[in-house]
């Protein structure tokens, strides 16, 4: 089959189409043949295998995994015998290793079926946000209907959920975006918006029972001049060094927060069925909006993802297999 395959861990550079052999089905798998691969910073973070921290998972000194991706839309192809809830030729989407390729083995409880709403490459972008955004709003923030959430990144990949989500959930969201974002956080339900270079937000003026943070390089000493005495502190976001990507940030958050008022909390995502059939849910209930996506074929792969480094292309990127 076609794929995109990695030997070593880099970026746009180190990938490369090659033909590769189709695998053998697990009894506890399925075969998806892929419809479309997102291109997202978590499918980076896999093939540059920085921060160098998650080597100690994603292999030490290659990746494990040659062919980068870790989510997909596609068509159920071959199902393993010890596998229920799924048949041959249904549409599904999820989180998977190597979605760069034809087909890809993908685990029953980390997919979904596809939203009858969204087209193959709106699904095969959803799963890497709707893991960080609808678990920061649903199982970490509990937000509550008529509290003030700040959510900074708001029309990024994963915050474009988070602010739909919380608006969903009943909240007064307020996202922090750049200045050429301002009228999408509008259109995805932001009551207030923020523009980065303009504002502080941290400066105090507002206070909020919750922050989501998604941009993920703010000082936690200066979020926390923007929370309530009694708020919450989401970090979802850690960008930072290639050793350890900023978790320094979001553990010295962790132990400050047995101490004080305020409740300081990170999160790594998980990967799973129900956070995707809560996406469902909210999809067919008109509240998140599908995303707005722009396609590369699969022999594109490499321009994709410089792209995606460059910030290049507003949209969320994909690849058409
Ligand atoms: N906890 C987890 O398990 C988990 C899971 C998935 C992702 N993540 C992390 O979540 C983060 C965001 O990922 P993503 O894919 O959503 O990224 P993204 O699509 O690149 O979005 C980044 C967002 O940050 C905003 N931003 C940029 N500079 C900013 C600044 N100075 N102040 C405030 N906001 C700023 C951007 O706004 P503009 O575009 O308007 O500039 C954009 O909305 C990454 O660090 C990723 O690793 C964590």
Same mark, same amino acid.
């Given at each position: 089959?076609?794929?995109?395959?990695?030997?070593?861990?880099?970026?746009?550079?180190?990938?490369?189409?090659?033909?590769?052999?189709?695998?053998?089905?697990?009894?506890?798998?399925?075969?998806?043949?892929?419809?479309?691969?997102?291109?997202?910073?978590?499918?980076?973070?896999?093939?540059?295998?920085?921060?160098?921290?998650?080597?100690?998972?994603?292999?030490?000194?290659?990746? &494990? /995994?040659? +062919?980068? $991706?870790?989510?997909? %839309?596609?068509?159920?192809?071959? *199902?393993? #015998?010890?596998?229920?809830?799924? =048949?041959?030729?249904?549409?599904?989407?999820?989180?998977?290793?190597?979605?760069?390729?034809?087909?890809?083995?993908?685990?029953?409880?980390?997919?979904?079926?596809?939203?009858?709403?969204?087209?193959?490459?709106?699904?095969?972008?959803?799963?890497?946000?709707?893991?960080?955004?609808?678990?920061?709003?649903?199982?970490?923030?509990?937000?509550?209907?008529?509290? &003030? /959430?700040? +959510?900074? $990144?708001?029309?990024? %990949?994963?915050?474009?959920?988070? *602010?739909? #989500?919380?608006?969903?959930?009943? =909240?007064?969201?307020?996202?922090?975006?750049?200045?050429?974002?301002?009228?999408?956080?509008?259109?995805?339900?932001?009551?207030?918006?923020?523009?980065?270079?303009?504002?502080?937000?941290?400066?105090?003026?507002?206070?909020?029972?919750?922050?989501?943070?998604?941009?993920?390089?703010?000082?936690?000493?200066?979020?926390?001049?923007?929370?309530?005495?009694?708020? &919450?502190?989401?970090?979802? $976001?850690?960008?930072?060094?290639?050793?350890?990507?900023?978790?320094?940030?979001?553990?010295?958050?962790?132990?400050?927060?047995?101490?004080?008022?305020?409740?300081?909390?990170?999160?790594?995502?998980?990967?799973?069925?129900?956070?995707?059939?809560?996406?469902?849910?909210?999809?067919?209930?008109?509240?998140?909006?599908?995303?707005?996506?722009?396609?590369?074929?699969?022999?594109?792969?490499?321009?994709?993802?410089?792209?995606?480094?460059?910030?290049?292309?507003?949209? &969320?990127?994909?690849?058409?297999?």
């Amino acid at each position: 089959m076609k794929a995109i395959v990695q030997d070593h861990y880099g970026n746009a550079t180190s990938i490369r189409f090659d033909d590769i052999d189709r695998p053998p089905v697990p009894d506890d798998k399925v075969l998806v043949q892929v419809v479309a691969a997102g291109v997202d910073r978590g499918a980076l973070h896999f093939m540059t295998g920085q921060p160098y921290l998650m080597r100690l998972g994603t292999g030490l000194r290659t990746p &494990r /995994v040659r +062919v980068p $991706g870790v989510s997909y %839309a596609g068509r159920i192809e071959a *199902v393993g #015998a010890n596998v229920t809830g799924f =048949a041959v030729g249904d549409e599904v989407y999820g989180a998977a290793r190597g979605t760069y390729a034809e087909y890809v083995l993908a685990s029953p409880d980390k997919m979904a079926h596809k939203p009858t709403q969204l087209t193959s490459d709106q699904a095969a972008v959803l799963p890497y946000a709707a893991f960080a955004g609808l678990q920061a709003v649903a199982d970490h923030a509990k937000v509550q209907p008529g509290e &003030r /959430v700040l +959510v900074i $990144g708001g029309t990024g %990949a994963v915050g474009s959920v988070v *602010v739909q #989500a919380a608006k969903a959930a009943g =909240a007064e969201v307020t996202a922090v975006t750049g200045p050429h974002n301002q009228d999408a956080a509008t259109d995805l339900g932001a009551d207030h918006t923020i523009d980065y270079t303009q504002a502080d937000f941290t400066d105090g003026t507002h206070t909020y029972d919750v922050i989501i943070d998604v941009f993920g390089r703010t000082p936690t000493r200066k979020l926390r001049r923007a929370l309530t005495p009694s708020g &919450r502190l989401i970090i979802a $976001g850690g960008e930072g060094d290639r050793w350890i990507g900023g978790i320094q940030r979001q553990l010295g958050a962790v132990l400050l927060n047995p101490f004080i008022g305020q409740s300081l909390r990170m999160f790594l995502a998980k990967e799973n069925t129900a956070t995707l059939e809560h996406m469902n849910g909210l999809i067919a209930a008109g509240k998140v909006q599908p995303p707005h996506t722009h396609t590369y074929p699969l022999v594109d792969a490499a321009n994709a993802v410089h792209d995606l480094e460059a910030a290049a292309t507003p949209g &969320r990127l994909v690849l058409t297999v």
